[in-house]
């Protein structure tokens, strides 16, 4: 089996980065041989994110097929949305939670998606059914996607599912996940800083 | 919840017509309100097997916004293998193995795809991720949807959850899956009619 990339959207939101680093441990631990990168840098949110829990963040490309011949997509199915070769290389797995939009593959594949707030809520499911244990620190990550997809918990896409994973994962994480949360996405809106300009 | 329609493609062969049954009374203990349909008529082999486990062939279709607003598709996603009015209805659940082509929706939804042989080995799985029980003659039907689409497992689409399914679904349903396999393919191909009109 050849090495996959494993990628979420352009202008990466936290999710998209984050799933992309869960679902790349996800598969390596059921033997695939894959790396999380973004199409892009993190942005306020998610290096606040990222220096919170102490992970360095992904790669960032711009094309992939100079690398891979296969990839697997989180976040995201619309060929626009994806790397500007996304093209040139077969996807072979997507974890999404967003309509189906002009994705269309030659072969079959490993496709999951569902109607919850954040592809991380559907990962931490996919972690369980697996058998397979979250570390502290992706738990981390993990749940600091479902806040910023769901705006703790407020955006009206919000399940149940989501609600039941970020308990699941602020337990992992060891987190108090309202002050977390709030203390996050201010990082994100930079509202500091704006009062200081302003 | 109002009621939805779960079926399979045009033409239906054993995994479409099984499928949907099957997926319709998983989807019913899960809570929804559904009704498995066909878009044509049993071929000889899916009547051979209905009839080995004395199973009523579900209702046959044409359109479906005539009776629902929203439908769950097995075993297929484009849209000129399914409902002649598919256009006109929300595909709200998809559980298959082919390809993508086609296939845009105008919400998010569940999709479930794996690159196995038989939509039936995928839904022999949401079973258990469920821990809900398959009733011995449903696994019947689910094992004659395998044996149908993998050719008794030696299709080169066969994969190692295809021979899993087929040994838990045999023992469930109490089945020699080798002689009753041999048996319900050469009802499909009517070797035996064929043989005497040569
Ligand atoms: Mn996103
Ligand atoms: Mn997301
Ligand atoms: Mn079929
Ligand atoms: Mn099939």
Redesign the interface.
Known sequence: MSKELVFGHKSPDTDAIVAAMAYAYLQSKLGYDVEAVALGEPNMETSFVLKHFGVAAPRVVKTVSNEVDSVMLVDHNEPQQSADDIDKVTVTHVVD???????????????????VGCVSTIITNMFA?NKIDIPAQLAGLMLSAIISDTLLLKSPTTTDKDREAVKALAQIADVDYQSYGIEMLKAGTNLSAKSDAE
Do not use: C
Request: no cysteine; charged share 20%; proline share 10%.
């Open positions: 939670h967003h309509r189906i939009n002009g994705f269309n593959t030659a072969a079959p594949l490993y496709y999951r998606a569902e109607p059914e």
